[in-house]
């Protein structure tokens, strides 16, 4: 198989298909249409998988909306690499925050037959200021998608409190699948959903009642404040 294209791009809007996994060993399932998250150098890489079959594909990543700190631009850097399964080829693009550099497509050549592909998003290198942005991936052509392994709703997984006041008190908190939440340091709580389209939340946790809302990459934030981040989800 020769290299593929692919386009990058940031942008979460409510209404596409959204998720993203961590963990390299456990890659996100690419969803028909446009999928997107947000990458964060605070919270780290991103990666998808998808299948191409005999035919020809392309797969499109599209830069649209950086992170920016007090209203102004930051120079923005998404490394995106892709590769087969079995790690024989890799191709790396990268896209930026310049008008003219915002997009990168690689498209493949035929292949004979069906083959897995891993696809990274890499951040900015930077644990000081947060960089990043939002961004959205898409497959087409002669490809194939795996169901996502649950259909869970997507605040369910862990995450490191950042709350004022309780971050120290809460340890590791993890939200359950059945609506429920518990905490490495005895808390237990609830959630649910408020906003579904928009991805906000109802969470009771200890005494403390929380509106929240999901951002792929980063985790619960302020409704309407992606930049201060209450639960960070963990990498691991």
């Known amino acids: 198989m020769r290299k593929l294209s692919i386009v990058i791009a940031l942008f979460l809007a409510a209404g596409f298909v959204s998720g993203q996994s961590l963990k390299p060993e456990s890659p996100f399932a690419l969803k028909a249409g446009i999928n997107q998250g947000t990458a964060d150098s605070l919270v780290g890489t991103h990666y998808w998988y ?3 079959t005999p035919g020809s594909n392309r797969l499109t990543v599209r830069l649209k909306n950086p992170t920016t700190l007090y209203g102004a631009n930051l120079s923005t850097v998404l490394t995106v690499t892709v ?25 493949s050549n035929k292949v004979d037959k069906k083959i897995k592909i891993l696809v990274s998003v890499a951040p900015p290198n930077q644990n000081l200021i947060r960089m990043g942005g939002d961004y959205e991936i898409e497959a087409t052509g002669d490809v194939e998608f795996a169901d996502a392994k649950s259909a869970a709703d997507p605040i369910v997984r862990t995450y490191d409190p950042k709350v004022m006041h309780y971050s120290d008190s809460y340890g590791a908190v993890k939200f359950l699948a059945d609506g429920t939440i518990q905490t490495s340091n005895g808390f237990s709580g609830t959630w649910k959903v408020f906003d579904q389209q928009n991805r906000i939340y109802s969470v009771v946790l200890g005494q403390i009642r929380y509106s929240l809302q999901f951002i792929p990459g980063s985790g619960l934030v302020r409704p309407g404040e992606p930049n201060i981040i209450e639960f960070q989800e963990l990498r691991r």
């Open 83 to 107: 590769t087969d399964d079995k790690k024989t080829w890799k191709v790396v693009k990268t896209a930026t925050s310049k008008i003219n550099a915002s997009e990168a497509t690689f498209i």
């Open 50 to 52: 998808f299948y191409v």
